[in-house]
């Protein structure tokens, strides 16, 4: 069953985007981290306690994420703990079908990955080295020298 199409937003920031913690996220945590994002951003209650997205608690069951993405249960589980190690977001209460007596995780997100995170600038196109190649005399001088064949390249 495919879900509704809502119009929604969801703010990714630059400097998030741009973070070297952010960058090294498996594609399938991105796309799990938006949406946790989406879910937070709707437990925010202007007049009541919950006042911006990193202070609202939410509920964001396997099920829910599954819909979201299609992504199977070890994806789910994998992505989860690499944004978690990441310090994107906390588990604030730690439930389960089995253990606690069916009550669903509750997560926050969370800033942590601002305090280590370095920023990579972006590398260089293939194109932008080959020009700096041929831009460089002794490139040039070894280019046009004889190979051990004796056929110069």
């Known amino acids: 069953m495919a879900m509704k199409k809502h119009k929604c937003f969801v ?12 960058r090294r996220l498996l594609p399938s945590a991105k796309v799990i ?17 919950t006042t ?12 829910l994420i599954h819909k979201y993405t299609n992504l199977s249960t070890p994806a ?9 190690g990441g310090g994107f977001i906390q588990r604030t209460v730690a439930g389960g079908l089995r253990g606690a007596g069916g009550v669903p995780n509750k997560y926050r997100l969370s800033l942590k990955w601002q305090e280590s995170s370095p920023i990579i600038k972006q590398k260089r196109t293939i194109r932008a080295k080959k020009k700096a ?21």
Not at 11 to 22: Q, V
Not at 34 to 48: D, S, V
């Open 11 to 22: 703010m990714l920031e630059k400097e998030l985007l741009i973070s070297g913690n952010y």
């Open 76 to 84: 789910i589980s994998t992505a989860l703990k690499e944004l978690r």
């Open 133 to 153: 190649c041929l831009n460089n005399p002794y490139h040039n001088q070894l280019s046009s020298a004889p190979n051990a064949t004796g056929i110069s390249i």
């Open 33 to 49: 981290y938006t949406y946790a994002k989406l879910e937070a951003g709707r437990q925010i209650r202007p007049n009541g306690t």
């Open 52 to 63: 911006t997205i990193y202070s609202a608690e939410f509920v964001f069951p396997y099920k």
